[in-house]
């Protein structure tokens, strides 16, 4: 038998997964990549769904999505870059050829598919059809080595801590660390 009580607690599981993350760097494991023909038609892009790993954001999805095949040339070498550094984030070989690398839609998901790394997070509002929302927008990657991801991670963490939406607003002892989300 289900009780109120565990259909309201799961109920707010399920809720906590909906809504933007609070500006911050967060460890993520990139949950999947595809690369995807956009309904108008045009070239395609590569579609990244991040998942957060961690304690208190455990499961929230970030989305974006890189156009590397792009018309213009100012739009694609902005995706380009962001995709390199996100590759790179996630441990992509250093002489990997970027020459061909952008021709096969394959290697472009496997470099980066399956990986953890840390993502800096910014909150924006967008509207959609007149509706406005916020959502997140990744704007920076580090891998999980990276001093300056590792720092940025933290600083997320201290700033969650002092808020009332981290639990009840304690520090989290150092031995927490791993089960953070960071």
Do not use: W
């Not at 990139?30 to 954001?57: Q, S």
């Not at 808020?163 to 520090?171: D, I």
């Amino acid at each position: 038998m289900t009780t109120l009580g565990q259909l309201h607690a799961e109920n707010e599981q399920a809720r906590s997964n909906y809504g933007a993350l609070p500006a911050g760097t967060y460890k993520m494991a990139v949950e999947e990549a595809l690369m995807k023909t956009p309904k108008a038609g045009g070239a395609d892009y590569l579609n990244i769904r991040f998942t957060v790993v961690g304690e208190k954001y455990a499961g929230k999805k970030v989305f974006m999505n890189y156009n590397v095949n792009h018309s213009g040339d100012v739009p694609r070498r902005i995706a380009r870059g962001q995709y390199t550094d996100l590759a790179v984030a996630c441990g992509a070989p250093a002489d990997t050829d970027v020459a061909t690398l952008f021709l096969d839609p394959l290697k472009i998901v496997a470099l980066v598919t399956n990986k953890v790394l840390f993502v800096k997070v910014n909150v924006k509002e967008e509207v959609y059809q007149g509706e406005t929302s916020t959502v997140n927008s990744p704007n920076g990657y580090y891998s999980l080595s990276s001093p300056l991801g590792q720092a940025n991670a933290a600083k997320t963490l201290a700033t969650l801590n002092t808020q009332e939406s981290f639990g009840n607003g304690a520090p989290v002892a150092e031995s927490q660390l791993s089960d953070v989300p960071f």
